[in-house]
Nanobody, 132 residues
Framework: QVQLVESGGGSVQSGGSLRLSCAAS????????MGWFRQAPGKEREGVAA???????SYADSVKGRFTISQDNAKNALYLQMSSLKPEDTAMYYC??????????????????????????WGQGTQVTVSS
């Protein structure tokens, strides 16, 4: 049973940094691609960043140069380093894994980030609040 548990969220002032972590269990981590998504109140869920088993990454245009996705296959862990945070980054952040092992391709949305339809497993989320 795939389980994803996020941590590291919190409140920070504009310009600050946070590092989100996602602990994965119940499957062979290295065979899935992984992603981070966020959802603000009243808005649809949007893709932030994704990484595949080879380490190739993609980012939404709004976070390029500020966020970095990484993973540690030995620890079954996914990370999102967020810097130069802005109030518009305030949202619930979710970790997600591809729907099946060995999947090599995920769709991108209009913002350049991963499309949620390409992911089948989701964590419960961790809240990030950025104040001005």
């Amino acid at each position: 049973q795939v389980q994803l548990v996020e941590s590291g969220g919190g409140s920070v002032q504009s310009g600050g940094s946070l590092r989100l972590s996602c602990a994965a269990s119940g499957y062979t981590y290295s065979t899935y691609y992984m992603g981070w998504f966020r959802q603000a109140p009243g808005k649809e869920r949007e893709g932030v960043a994704a990484i595949d088993s080879d380490g190739s990454t993609s980012y939404a245009d709004s976070v390029k140069g500020r966020f970095t996705i990484s993973q540690d296959n030995a620890k079954n862990a996914l990370y999102l380093q967020m810097s130069s945070l802005k109030p518009e980054d305030t949202a619930m952040y979710y970790c997600a894994a591809s729907a099946s092992a060995g999947a090599t391709w995920y769709a991108l949305d209009s913002r350049g980030g991963p499309h949620p339809a390409s992911f089948g497993y989701w964590g419960q989320g961790t809240q990030v609040t950025v104040s001005s």
